[in-house]
């Protein structure tokens, strides 16, 4: 298996235009869940998936973050409207129950 | 709810030097309980883990052992090496939820 799959791996946008990151979970994993890692608030859940149903999104920091899982493979990240604050490294990893957690490499989104 | 905590860093040590770094977990129920490290640039990856009390996690000379008494997990290593210069995580996934929590991180600097 190749791993959890990002995609972009780097994402420069201007302030007010919408971000969307993407994520492929590892075959038969039935735990998504989304992170965000900044150096002042380190590493945050932003929301999980079982089974592509979300669990949890309490880490969603506002409205303007969404998240949706359509199928087991893909799950993607949006933010509309994108601001400079949200700037900060955004990883996807995938998990069995109760298991590891493997990540993805990332994708380092810049707010302009 | 469940929670991590572990000490804050940065830890900078000479090389052969021993290493403790320390985390305590607040969870219901029994979670696996997971150490995770982080090199410059890349995501997360599994160091260890342990799923039940008294069970020792080990992997390349780093050990910790979950401790249900004191409920610790305190990451350990004998020697260490300036390529383990890293960011280590401790992390627990569990309960009724399978939420995957990790603490603050802590930045370990070996110098030759």
């Known amino acids: 298996d190749a791993g959890v799959i990002q995609s972009p791996r780097h994402e420069v946008t201007e302030m007010g235009q919408e971000v969307t990151l993407r994520c492929k979970p590892i075959?038969?994993?039935?735990?998504l869940f989304w992170y965000r890692q900044t150096m002042m608030r380190g590493l945050e859940l932003l929301i999980y998936f079982n089974n592509n149903v979300p669990i949890d999104d309490s880490g969603m920091p506002e409205d303007r973050f969404s998240a949706k899982m359509p199928n087991a493979s893909f799950s993607t990240l949006k933010i509309q409207p994108s601001e400079p604050r949200d700037s900060a490294v955004y990883f996807c990893?995938?998990?069995?129950?109760?298991?590891?957690?493997?990540f993805g490499q990332g994708t380092r989104l810049t707010v302009v | 709810g469940n929670s991590v905590t572990q000490m804050e860093g940065p830890v900078t040590l000479s090389e052969e030097a021993f290493l403790t770094i320390n985390c305590t977990y607040t969870?219901?129920?029994?979670?696996?309980l997971f150490w995770y490290v982080q090199y410059p640039g890349e995501g997360l990856q599994l160091l260890l883990k342990?799923?039940?009390?008294?069970d020792k996690g080990s992997n390349k000379g780093f050990e910790a052992t979950y401790r249900k008494e004191t409920t610790s997990f305190h990451l350990e290593k004998g020697s260490v090496q300036v390529s383990d210069s890293a960011v280590y995580f401790c992390?627990?996934?569990?309960?009724?939820?399978?939420?995957?929590?990790f603490g603050t991180g802590t930045l370990l600097a070996v110098q030759p």
């Open positions: 342990a799923t039940k009390a008294d």
């Open positions: 969870a219901t129920g029994y979670p696996s």
């Open positions: 075959s038969g994993h039935d735990y």
């Open positions: 990893a995938s998990s069995l129950a109760r298991s590891e957690a493997f």
């Open positions: 992390a627990l996934s569990g309960g009724a939820t399978n939420k995957l929590i």
